[in-house]
């Protein structure tokens, strides 16, 4: 099941279109917090239906309570930058305040010189994770998404604190769909791609991480309590602005595409 939220509401992707789900949730965020599934909304009755073109499609999860991201997560990103693998993962817990609407423009503030993209697939909780075995992770997951995990490379390298490279308004697009994990064709190996302004610079698969989303998931629950509806961004493979020495410029469009949902699109602005 491929799941959205719009301005009239929630809804499943059918066939292409948008049905509008009978339901009072105003967005998945309130239906994980409440029933810890997405279940109900497969028998949900339709109320309207909708093509995609018709529907204003905005933040799936409302404001997400926690965002959790690694950093290094990829063997491509690793071999691209010259560092040996890490041992554990690098975690950190970005602001939910930068996650914007799909689609919205992001205004990059004028003390930023280096804005980068990283695509990534990010991970919906739907069921309380603490201290959780690996084999308890897919069975409490929503669902995936598309996510943008945008980075100001010269804060980063100035503070070394991804939170604050990271949590600038609009920093942190996701969706706009989400897709349940039984619908996916192999969640081992889920193909994301990133384009800017057309041109392919991203092209790997979650098999491709250094540590998968079970044990990504699994570690990180020891160290905290991961409730429903919280997001976890799990890496970005090579092909970023920082590997390339080129960075986002006034009227750049990325698109990221992970399998099974649809694409995510963000606009950046550059004040002149």
Request: overall charge negative; hydrophobic content about 40%.
């Amino acid at each position: 099941m491929q799941v959205v939220t719009t301005q009239a509401g929630l809804g499943r992707i059918e066939d292409g279109a948008v049905a509008l789900l009978d339901t009072a949730f105003p967005h998945v965020g309130a239906v994980l917090e409440q029933e810890g599934s997405l279940r109900s909304l497969e028998s949900c009755a339709v109320r309207r239906r909708l093509s995609l073109d018709e529907a204003t499609l905005i933040a799936p999860l409302g404001r997400p309570r926690a965002v959790w991201g690694v950093g290094l997560n990829y063997v491509s990103k690793a071999a691209r930058t010259g560092r040996g693998l890490p041992e554990q993962p690098i975690l950190y817990l970005a602001a939910s305040s930068a996650v914007p609407e799909p689609g919205a423009r992001v205004v990059i503030p004028q003390a930023v010189t280096e804005p980068d993209y990283e695509g990534e697939i990010a991970v919906v909780v739907a069921r309380r994770l603490h201290q959780a075995s690996e084999s308890e992770v897919w069975p409490a997951i929503a669902g995936i998404t598309a996510a943008n995990d945008m980075t100001a490379r010269d804060v980063m390298r100035a503070t070394g604190t991804p939170a604050l490279a990271k949590s600038y308004p609009g920093f942190t697009p996701l969706g706009p769909s989400l897709r349940t994990p039984d619908d996916l064709g192999d969640r081992d190996a889920i193909r994301l791609r990133t384009r800017v302004n057309g041109e392919l610079l991203q092209d790997d698969t979650s098999a491709g991480m250094i540590f998968p989303v079970p044990d990504l998931l699994s570690r990180l629950s020891w160290f905290t309590a991961l409730e429903p509806g919280d997001v976890v961004l799990t890496g970005t493979p090579a092909g970023t602005g920082q590997d390339r020495a080129c960075f986002l410029a006034d009227g750049d469009e990325i698109r990221v595409e992970v399998d099974g949902v649809l694409p995510l699109v963000t606009r950046v602005a550059r004040p002149a």
